[in-house]
């Protein structure tokens, strides 16, 4: 199959948006040549550059179709009507039972015909998320300037403009030329192919794949900070991402930071480099914060970069002297002195001030730190505390750093430590990958910022949609989830949302429903069984729920729950047919007309069941499961040789009776016709 090289040669796109369009052209281009029969389609992406190399058939195929038209008996108008729209005449129509039928072929199309067609419109659609215009002689956009689009096919130019009437489209048309990088290899140059292409790029010092960027800047810096200083890199993937976007040839340079500044948050130091300057922190082999930084040049440097390293670190002396101000500054003021400044912040039109919401948290604080053990006193202070340092300067530069600012502040106005803790934490965790909080104060104001929110936003009808999740509320409820299930807290929900909600109790079983919800997507993620957890049902104590979800799923997991599950599901399913015949089938198991052994061994197995309520109650979950499956033998056995619907309707009741029996039994346990399997 003829090779296809499609390249769009710009100024530099912004890193975040570069992978997106690169799925995007392939997206685009594998619609509008799909009669070609694309394949094997390779989207590339870089900072001035996205790209595709693909395999497509030589042509598209003659083709022959046959359209019904109108009846015969219609209108002169319609027949009309018809044939302009397939721009035919009353000769090209035949008629065929009561209807005209057209006959169209359509000869064989040449692939570089069809991609000179679509490629225009195409690229005059593209969905950048922002585009701009420029030279003001065309109406076509993109993400930044399109300077070249280099098309081939086998190596063959596909000859087509962006120009259409009245619109010169830049003068852009497609050739054989590509750049390489802009400062080490200007200028312009002819490819004739795929590995043609790659391989000038390399010798015009681009590393075309964005993973291979990505590996040699990280390989590329953990060498530097290693062999220079014997310091590690603080890790940080989406830095690398960015800048494996910003860098054609990524050369990793070391510069130094100025004791002066190392008094300073090492997180303010990272974050500082990081939004900023796009660098990278280092720590010593004790994981303490050290004076050196590391970035990446787009550049091999004549004098090994020195020029570059003495200039970097210029812009970084003056980007940690405004950190320094507002360090100093902050310190100033204590913390406690800015919970007034809350009244002036407003968390969201219907829902009020930061202050506030700072009411509502120390309220909830210290109502779950009462019902989980911790300190009443220093709960109450931490939630108090927690937002004051949203009218700090260094939280207003860097929003990043709310939380980590006011747990160092409150340390430096002789808070307890418990409590600094609490306000560093109490974002946490902000992610699947982020720690949960552990200390009890810690936790209890964690689960106060978060539960607040679901419950406030969710009384104002602010909920999640398949449209957005605009509050992060999803976030939210799995971090209440992985805090109780990571410290292994017993905590009633239900007490706990209605509390927040402050007597609007409407909204609890909605949002205890939407954190169970949650629950079922974690346990699904991790490969656990989530269709017990439904089966089970809504237990607003997550660890008790979750502990009777495993002993469940450890007794389906054995030959003799299986088959149980099997069985219940027969059983169930001849309850389901009777009763919509003759309604709910109720009354207990008469023993006198148990006229089978196997159905009275059934009904003693079910009468030695009477415990797993209790069971169940004490939280002896594996105990019960293992009492229950006593039943799979005898109901196997009922099933082979006991007949449910006989002649005799009392008979036939009675049995009916007894697998209602068996069927409320293990629903007190789980409603088994949930399970999958």
Not at 174 to 188: F, I, Y
Not at 291 to 318: C, H, M, Q, S, W
Not at 381 to 387: F, I, M, P, S, V
Not at 505 to 521: G, N, P, Q, S, T
Request: charged share 25%; with cysteine.
């Amino acid at each position: 199959m003829p090779e296809f090289l499609l390249e769009l040669f710009s100024e530099e796109i912004p890193a975040r948006m570069q992978a997106r369009g690169a799925e995007d052209l392939m997206r685009l281009v594998g619609e509008a040549l799909s009669p070609l029969g694309i394949s094997r389609i390779e989207p590339i992406y870089g900072p001035r550059r996205i790209a595709l190399v693909a395999q497509v058939n030589d042509s598209v195929p003659e083709s022959k179709v046959s359209e019904r038209g109108p009846r015969l008996s219609a209108p002169e108008v319609a027949l009309a009507g018809f044939l302009r729209k397939h721009n035919a005449v009353q000769a090209d129509v035949r008629q065929e039972g009561d209807f005209w039928v057209l006959d169209k072929s359509s000869p064989a199309l040449p692939a570089a015909t069809l991609i000179a067609e679509r490629l225009p419109a195409l690229l005059r659609r593209f969905p950048w998320p922002k585009s701009m215009r420029w030279g003001g002689t065309s109406a076509f956009t993109w993400i930044r300037p399109l300077k070249r689009i280099l098309c081939l096919l086998d190596g063959v130019v596909v000859p087509f403009t962006l120009a259409e009437a009245g619109d010169d489209g830049h003068r852009l048309a497609s050739s054989n030329l590509t750049e390489g990088h802009r400062m080490m290899a200007p200028g312009s140059f002819a490819v004739t192919g795929a590995a043609d292409w790659r391989e000038k790029l390399a010798k015009g010092f681009v590393v075309l794949e964005a993973g291979e960027r990505r590996a040699l800047v990280e390989h590329g810096l953990n060498q530097i900070v290693t062999r220079e200083r014997n310091l590690a890199i603080v890790f940080d993937p989406g830095l690398l991402d960015e800048v494996a976007g910003l860098v054609e040839w990524p050369v990793p340079l070391l510069g130094r930071i100025d004791d002066d500044f190392m008094d300073l948050p090492a997180e303010v130091m990272q974050v500082s480099m990081r939004v900023n300057q796009r660098y990278f922190a280092t720590r010593d082999a004790f994981g303490q914060a050290a004076p050196f930084f590391a970035f990446v040049a787009n550049i091999e440097a004549a004098d090994g970069g020195a020029t570059i390293v003495a200039g970097n670190e210029r812009v970084l002396r003056a980007r940690f002297a405004d950190a320094r101000h507002f360090w100093d500054l902050d310190r100033k003021q204590r913390l406690e002195s800015r919970v007034a400044a809350l009244k002036r912040v407003i968390f969201h039109a219907e829902l009020g001030t930061q202050d506030e919401r700072v009411t509502r948290l120390w309220k909830l604080a210290g109502h779950l730190a009462e019902t989980i053990g911790a300190n009443q006193a220093l709960a109450i202070r931490a939630a108090t505390l927690a937002k004051a340092d949203l009218t700090t300067g260094m939280v207003g530069e860097f929003p990043e750093l709310q939380g980590i600012m006011g747990s160092y502040y409150a340390l430096h106005d002789g808070e307890p430590p418990e409590v600094a803790a609490a306000i560093r934490d109490h974002y946490a965790p902000k992610g699947p990958g982020d720690d949960v909080p552990t200390a009890p104060v810690s936790i209890v104001v964690a689960l106060a910022d978060k539960l607040d929110s679901l419950a406030q936003f969710f009384a104002i009808g602010e909920k999640p949609t398949g449209a957005g999740d605009p509050y992060a509320l999803r976030r939210a409820a799995l971090g209440v989830i992985r805090i109780i299930r990571e410290n292994n807290l017993r905590l009633s929900l239900r007490d706990a949302i209605g509390f927040s909600l402050e007597g609007r109790r409407e909204f609890v079983a909605e949002i205890l429903d939407f954190l169970i919800d949650r629950l079922r997507i974690q346990l699904r993620a991790e490969g656990a069984r989530h269709d017990v957890l439904a089966a089970i049902g809504t237990d607003d104590d997550l660890t008790r729920l979750l502990a009777r979800t495993e002993a469940v799923a450890a007794l389906l997991g054995t030959e003799d729950g299986a088959n149980l599950l099997a069985a219940y599901k027969r059983a169930a399913n001849i309850l389901r047919i009777e009763e919509r015949k003759d309604g709910a089938i109720t009354g207990k198991t008469d023993r006198a007309q148990l006229i089978l052994p196997e159905e009275e061994t059934l009904a003693a197995v079910l009468d030695g069941l009477a415990n797993v309520p209790d069971l169940l109650a004490r939280e002896q979950f594996s105990v019960a499961m293992t009492e229950m499956a006593a039943l799979r033998v005898p109901l196997d056995r009922f099933f082979d040789k006991v007949t449910v619907n006989v002649p005799e309707p009392a008979l036939r009741t009675n049995r009916l009776r007894l697998l209602a029996q068996v069927r409320s039994t293990i629903d007190q346990v789980a409603d088994f016709s949930r399970i999958e399997g």
